[in-house]
């Protein structure tokens, strides 16, 4: 157990080693001088030295680069131009909004997911398998912004239902927190929903489908425990996966749903920076992104071994 973990944390060095190079290279990537862009075309020559000495342009590319890591080495992920602080600092503050955010999600995502595509799977070629497999369909093409706008327009303005933006902290009362987050909660997890539905059918007919299940049935056991113990545990691994893929979507996604409802989590503070040409938040904010992702593939895996056994690494 304990040497595929750390085979597996050995792996992912290289990974999060190559996508730090590729966040550093995308400042190098920008047309014309970062530095101009950052200050402004109406800027005095001195403001842009300025600037391009703050960031470190003026030194060589390789000189540049070590440096690069040596700061990520210390923990240094660059400070905001805009916000005059850290960019650790700025992701901790709007790190609960996001976590907020994905939890609920995550927690309206599973359920609904993975049931509904037992569902179809048990009653497969049937009309509920037909309206699960259509549902599903329109959750994963109907872009988020465009469902944000239209329940905001639906259950803020028309009903009153619902506060349309903002958010509130969960040590302000769990009801206004959840007010606040679940119509956001909810259109990020549509897509997720129609996803692990049509995965979590696919895996669940193969299932279906095996000798064991028709052993079982024949046995005598009954079709609950057949479903529930013998057939729906051999499609964890599949789930897992997807769940693990869910959770990357969901903090992703939170980029476009943050700024539809207005909530001061990590997403929106990325598309704050871009708009500004704050390039080292925007680039300090992604390899925290990076390197969370990372670590949630480590952790799926590690879950792998808990579910199944037989999987190994190294």
Do not use: C
Not at 134 to 139: C, D, K, R
Not at 158 to 172: D, E, F, H, K, R
Not at 221 to 245: C, Y
Not at 304 to 310: E, G, H, Q, S, T
């Amino acid at each position: 157990m304990w040497r595929g973990v750390i085979y597996r944390l050995l792996q992912a060095i290289p990974v999060v080693v190559i996508f730090a190079v590729l966040v550093f290279m995308l400042l190098q990537l920008l047309p014309g001088d970062p530095a101009v862009a950052i200050a402004g075309s109406e800027a005095t020559p001195e403001a842009i030295d300025r600037i391009r000495t703050q960031l470190g342009l003026d030194r060589p590319l390789l000189e540049q680069l070590l440096s690069w890591f040596n700061r990520l080495a210390h923990g240094d992920f660059g400070k905001s131009l805009i916000l005059n602080q850290s960019v650790v600092s700025a992701v901790v503050e709007r790190l609960p909004v996001t976590l907020s955010l994905a939890f609920l999600s995550l927690m309206i995502t599973l359920p609904a997911g993975i049931s509904l595509g037992v569902l179809a799977a048990y009653w497969r070629n049937t009309w509920l398998d037909s309206f699960v497999m259509v549902t599903a369909l329109l959750g994963v093409s109907m872009p988020s912004f465009w469902l944000g706008i239209l329940s905001v327009i639906l259950f803020s303005v028309t009903l009153g239902w619902l506060p349309p933006a903002g958010y509130v902290p969960i040590t302000q009362g769990l009801w206004p927190w959840f007010s606040a987050l679940i119509q956001p909660a909810v259109v990020l997890a549509l897509f997720q929903i129609g996803f692990l539905a049509r995965i979590t059918r696919s895996a669940m007919l193969d299932v279906l489908d095996q000798d064991f299940i028709r052993t079982a049935r024949a046995k005598g056991v009954d079709e609950w425990h057949t479903i529930t113990k013998h057939a729906f545990r051999n499609t964890l691994i599949p789930v897992v996966t997807v769940t693990g893929i869910i959770i990357s979507l969901l903090i992703g996604g939170s980029v476009v749903v943050e700024q539809v409802f207005a909530l001061p989590g990590i997403g929106r503070l990325i598309v704050q920076g871009i708009l500004a040409r704050d390039y080292p938040l925007v680039q300090g904010t992604m390899l925290i992104f990076g390197f969370s992702f990372v670590m949630i593939n480590v952790l799926v895996d590690i879950v792998y071994m808990l579910v199944d056994p037989r999987v190994r690494f190294g």
